[in-house]
């Protein structure tokens, strides 16, 4: 069983900062497109932001020029910085994996980690 492995969650003020981190098994990591989602109560879960192995990057409105995502190729890791935290941010969050090649489609998720933006 494919294992995503999340940390970096916890309680925050607002306009704070926090940073997530997924590693991945190497074989996943190295063909996937990389991404951070959330899920607040009562919502649906939503893509936050995306980075695929060139390192092209896709952001969701809302956390656009807050929120950073990387990755680095020699530690299998995405990362996900988050700063001028808001309450609204508060959710938990998931590291996901996602491939298609060919007629193969790969999507691995994390356990989770909550994050919560409160005074």
């Known amino acids: 069983q494919v294992q995503l492995v999340e940390s970096g969650g916890g309680l925050v003020q607002p306009g704070g900062s926090l940073r997530l981190s997924c590693a991945a098994p190497r074989s996943i990591f190295s063909i996937s497109v990389m991404g951070w989602y959330r899920q607040a109560a009562g919502k649906e879960r939503e893509l936050v932001a995306g980075i695929r192995s060139g390192g092209s990057t896709n952001y969701a409105d809302s956390v656009k020029g807050r929120f950073t995502i990387s990755r680095d190729n020699a530690k299998n890791t995405v990362y996900l910085q988050m700063n001028s935290l808001k309450p609204e941010d508060t959710a938990v969050y998931y590291c996901?994996?996602?491939?298609?090649?060919?007629?193969?489609?790969?999507?691995?998720w994390g356990q989770g980690t909550q994050v919560t933006v409160s005074s």
């Open positions: 996901n994996a996602f491939s298609l090649i060919g007629a193969i489609r790969s999507d691995y």
